[in-house]
């Protein structure tokens, strides 16, 4: 992208919309009460608001390396609090993608410096689902399987967490695993079953009343 061209599709980007509301900059500067938090890769190919028909003011955004839900990572659990106990959200959506360059990253042994500890946590998935992985003879079903197994657990990283815990139990909000097939351009839901997840971990991982 020539950087140039940027600004001269921002300017475009404005008038279109000027033209169809005039107000349109104005009402968005009154604030943001986005319904759905969007956890999703930093992939260039995935984007996240083009995907799934999003307006400005529409979702709240978070994206990184195969859309990971570490606890330890402060700018993820940072934007988990604001967008569930602030802008109260109703939906929290975590989307991966097949051929994502993170997850295969992780079923190879390669060394990559700083990336190893953040690739770690896929390796963690694919321990926990060893035997339904290694089963899988063809390796791009296998890499495809993790990538779902993959956002499933990091479903359940984002159940661990109290401010989900307690608007679940205060006003029924919902998670959502999703897969992109950049192959097709379609979005899958995995239908994972959420109230279920949430009862088989709250035995070690409720929090609060
Ligand atoms: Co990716």
Redesign the pocket.
């Known amino acids: 992208m020539d950087i140039k061209q940027i600004f001269e599709n921002n300017r475009n980007w404005v008038n279109d919309k000027l033209n169809k509301d005039p107000n349109y900059f104005n009402e968005l500067s009154e604030g943001q009460s986005p319904q759905l938090l969007y956890i999703g ?3 260039s190919r ?1 984007t996240a608001e083009e995907l799934i028909g999003a307006n400005p003011g529409d979702a709240f955004v978070h994206r990184n ?3 990971m839900v570490s606890n330890l990572d402060l700018s993820a659990m940072s934007v988990i609090n604001y967008a569930v106990a602030q802008l109260k959200v109703k939906h929290i959506v975590v989307c ?2 097949y051929y ?4 295969k990253a992780a079923m190879q042994s390669q060394d990559l410096g700083i990336l190893n500890p953040w690739l770690r946590g896929i390796r963690d998935v694919y321990r926990i689902h060893r035997t339904e992985l290694n089963a899988i003879e063809n390796e791009e079903e296998k890499y495809k399987r993790l990538v779902e197994l993959n956002v499933q657990e990091q479903c359940i990283n984002v159940l661990k967490t109290a401010e989900v815990q307690l608007a679940y139990r205060s006003r029924g909000i919902s998670v959502h695993g999703w897969v992109f097939d950049i192959h097709s351009g379609r979005l899958i839901d995995l239908e994972i079953d959420f109230a279920k997840k949430l009862e088989g971990i709250s035995e070690i991982y409720r929090l609060g009343e």
């Open positions: 890769c930093s992939d995935v390396i195969a859309n991966g993608h994502c360059g993170g997850v």
